[in-house]
Each structure stands twice: as C-alpha cells, then as structure tokens.
C-alpha cells in the first residue's frame, strides 16, 4: 500500500439460517445485474468490530436474532473502482480494509426488515447458496467473498 492509499475500516457479515443458506441483500443505489451483497459497513470511533458487524447487521437487515459463530483473523481489503472511489466518502478512500464476522441467524424470516434504518442500503434480499452469492456480487468484491467463504466453510452448516 503506497503512503497516499487509504482504506476504509469496515466489517463484513456473513449470515447463514438453519439451511445453511446465506443471506445477501441487492443494492439499491446500483441499478445492474450482480449488485447483490452481504451486510457490511463502517466502525464507529470507540466501537469494537464485533459490536459494529452486530449493529450494522441490525441496521441494514433488522434482524437481531443472531449468534455469534467466528470471525476471520486477519483483515482484508480491497479496492473500489476509480469512479465508485472518487465519488463516495468524499473520495478519502481508494477502498475498504474489512474484518469478516460469521453469525447463524436462529429468527423467523419476519424478523427481516431491509427499510428499519433511515438510508436503507437494500431494495431487495434472499436466502441464498454460496455459488449464487459469489457469482451475483460485483466483480470488485468477487475475491474478497471467495475468501471469506474458505475461511467460514466448515462453520456453515444446516442445524
């Protein structure tokens, strides 16, 4: 990383339910096709990681009804692309530096609310295998997720 690079610390969220299903959200500010995600966001000054991967959860999905089951070791970052970089944040950041938090979801499907917080980041959300979730995220964050998937695989698991 050069000196003028910065990356944004942020959390990732992987949520499975009792089918070992994921649960990925489709972006609503993003008008394309693979514009579908996993929870994610910022850390606030003062706030852990895992407290920021629980709130960020509820925040983006409206779920609560999680258990914690494992989180990555290391952080990892990525990129965003030039025109996505300079026009969020204030073009601060040339992308994100994220720890990755694995949680099973043990609620009813009702308990998902994608609209709870004020800017919702999803217009759409699904249950849905680990194939389709890699193959319907953006190209930018294809690695980062197939990454994260190796770590989390032997934790995912029907109930």
């Not at 025109?83 to 040339?94: P, Q």
């Amino acid at each position: 990383m050069s000196k003028d690079e910065n990356y944004r610390l942020n959390v990732g969220i992987v949520i499975f339910n009792k089918d070992a299903n994921i649960w990925i959200g489709k972006r609503s500010d993003i008008i394309k096709q693979c514009t579908w995600q996993m929870p994610q966001g910022g850390i606030d000054i003062n706030e852990t990681p895992l407290k920021a991967a629980i709130r960020e959860t509820h925040e983006e999905t409206g779920i609560k009804s999680i258990k914690y089951i494992s989180s990555a070791n290391r952080w990892i970052k990525y990129k965003l692309p030039e025109d996505i970089a300079k026009n969020k944040w204030d073009g601060k950041f040339v992308g994100q530096m994220q720890k990755w938090f694995l949680f099973y979801f043990f609620g009813d499907d009702s308990e998902v609310n994608i609209n709870s917080y004020k800017h919702p980041e999803f217009s759409k959300w699904k249950w849905a295998d680990k194939k389709y979730v890699q193959d319907n995220v953006t190209n930018f964050r294809r690695s980062v997720y197939k990454t994260v998937f190796k770590k989390f695989e032997a934790d995912i698991k029907k109930e």
